[in-house]
């Protein structure tokens, strides 16, 4: 016989696993200036935290085009064709093609080019007014035309307000973090409005001895135009913002982008909690407030900062603070007691402080931590101008929930991945043939006995990582050396090294899958 409690708690889970799975686009992208890092590399990051996209990525090749081609564009529709959920591309135009295109990876979204230029990314949504479907590019798009046409940070934003300026935004309120081996930048997107065609923009330079975050929130304030090496706009700007009446310039307040374009960032505690939390640890010395709504566009880090520091972040959950998701929390059982509820944990849709009296909400509208249970996948991109652009830049790529993947380093020269990085397995159902249900597999597992279950992850995970951070040194001095004598030697070189790193992960998360089901088989 359930008591009335039970149904309480059954109620409270069934309700957090519905505000939960609408929990789509929240992703975090962290940024590190070259004197801020642990090697003067330039570093961006993404947590691709989505529910219904693709887990496959690619190698997209160097290519040379003929006069008179085109690129055809598309936008992401919903998908309700397949097994899980889903989005498919649906053709919004074309545009020229441009006489030659850089080789890049690519995952949702476009990472990295040959050149070593970096991209992440962040969803604000921004006014729903603003949006419009006249436009030809998204942000998906967006960023391989980036990455296909630019070798630097500068010169991509530029060429990205351009052709968004040109062709339209059809897309919602989108943040960019864009690095080169020289500097990171933060660049802002919102549509023109309703069946308009074109695009407002903002960007914002990180200083190089800063770092910075984004959180699904707009993070621009005010403009100094009288610095362009740190600020970028589009010309409207400010002519929409007091078109649109979001802005009085004879009110006398100073022009912030977020205020005019993107008001409920500096409202939503599951953005600003992250932001503080970031900026916390990485300068405890400011002793900013967690329940703050404005923080510092960037700090100055009071350690450097390695790709080490930026995964630990993304594994981060809040642990040892008020907002702390892995405690046990009180949940009213209706007739005046309280039971203990085991169920919060950053891993699984019951992350709620309070089971019924919830701390700002669930999901993206409430509170949430860094590590997401939903993650497709994490990248931390290292941009190192001192090196030749094939092994200079590194993206680590782990799959699946950052609180318990592995990243494997995937360097700007390769020409090709394994085939289960390759064959998506996220919207298609559960296979051994994609690499992704491997990690997938562990974080499930995991998420129902996180207290105990973390300790055998870990020790799959760390000695993995620190020996991919350890191998670093030689791989660059080999590459290097191929290099002068051969380019194609070097990249197969490097094509080899990442193929090795990811099948020595993935077959350990195989394994590490099958071990706790069995260790844990009758415990749950």
């Given amino acids: 016989m359930r008591t009335r409690h039970d149904w309480t708690f059954f109620l409270a889970l069934a309700v957090s696993v519905v505000l939960a799975a609408s929990d789509s686009r929240a992703c975090t992208s962290i940024m590190v200036g070259r004197k801020a890092s642990v090697d003067g590399s330039v570093m961006t990051s993404h947590t691709c935290d989505s529910h219904d996209d693709s887990s496959a990525i690619s190698i997209v090749p160097h290519a040379k085009h003929k006069p008179g081609e085109e690129v055809v564009l598309s936008r992401r529709e919903e998908d309700p064709s397949g097994p899980m959920k889903r989005l498919r591309r649906k053709t919004t135009g074309t545009i020229p093609e441009v006489p030659e295109t850089f080789g890049y990876m690519v995952g949702v979204y476009g990472i990295m080019n040959e050149h070593q230029l970096a991209i992440g990314e962040s969803t604000f949504e921004g006014r729903p007014e603003l949006a419009s479907r006249k436009g030809l590019i998204d942000c998906d798009t967006l960023t391989r035309l980036m990455l296909q046409r630019a070798k630097t940070a500068r010169e991509a934003i530029r060429l990205a307000g351009a052709l968004i300026e040109k062709y339209g935004w059809c897309d919602l309120g989108e943040a960019l973090t864009v690095a080169d081996t020289r500097e990171v930048w933060l660049m802002e997107i919102v549509g023109p409005g309703k069946d308009a065609v074109g695009a407002v923009w903002v960007a914002r330079r990180v200083p190089d001895d800063h770092v910075s975050i984004v959180a699904n929130g707009s993070r621009i304030e005010e403009i100094d135009f009288s610095k362009p090496d740190?600020?970028?706009?589009?010309?409207?700007?400010?002519?929409?913002?007091?078109?649109?009446?979001?802005?009085?310039?004879?009110?006398?307040?100073p022009f912030r982008f977020c205020d005019a374009y993107s008001p409920e960032s500096r409202a939503e505690v599951a953005?600003?909690?992250r932001e503080w939390r970031v900026l916390a640890l990485l300068a405890p010395s400011l002793h900013l407030n967690p329940n703050s709504n404005r923080f510092p566009f960037s700090v100055k880090p009071e350690k450097p900062v390695a790709p080490k520091t930026v995964m630990g972040l993304f594994r981060d959950t809040f642990e040892d603070t008020d907002f702390d998701v892995l405690k046990d929390f009180t949940v009213p059982d209706g007739t005046g007691k309280a039971v203990k509820s085991p169920l919060a944990n950053p891993f699984m849709p019951y992350d709620m402080n309070k089971m019924l009296r919830v701390n700002g909400g669930w999901g993206w509208r409430g509170e949430r931590c860094l590590a997401r249970w939903y993650c497709t996948y994490?990248?931390?991109?290292q941009s190192r101008g001192w090196l030749p652009d094939p092994v200079g830049g590194i993206v680590w790529f782990g799959y699946a929930n950052p609180a318990m993947t592995t990243y494997v380093p995937i360097y700007a020269g390769v020409t090709d991945l394994p085939d289960d990085y390759k064959t998506d397995?996220?919207?298609t159902g559960f296979s051994r043939r994609s690499a992704w249900w491997a990690f997938k597999q562990v974080a499930t597992i995991a998420s129902h006995r996180?207290?105990?279950?973390?300790?055998?992850?870990?020790a799959v995970r760390a000695p993995l990582q620190d020996g991919?951070?350890?191998?670093?040194?030689?791989?660059?001095e080999k590459a290097c050396q191929l290099l002068k004598q051969d380019t194609a030697s070097a990249r197969a070189f490097l094509t080899e090294e990442t193929a090795v790193a990811a099948r020595k992960t993935v077959d350990a998360y195989w394994s590490l899958g099958t071990l706790l089901w069995t260790k844990y088989d009758e415990q749950w």
Wanted: aromatic share 14%; no cysteine; glycine share 8%.
């Fill in 230 to 253: 740190f600020f970028m706009a589009s010309k409207n700007v400010q002519t929409l913002a007091e078109r649109k009446g979001y802005w009085d310039p004879k009110s006398g307040q």
């Fill in 425 to 427: 397995g996220r919207t």
């Fill in 468 to 476: 991919f951070f350890s191998d670093q040194r030689a791989v660059a």
């Fill in 450 to 458: 996180w207290g105990d279950m973390r300790v055998e992850v870990a």
């Fill in 378 to 381: 994490a990248t931390v991109t």
């Fill in 271 to 273: 953005t600003t909690r």
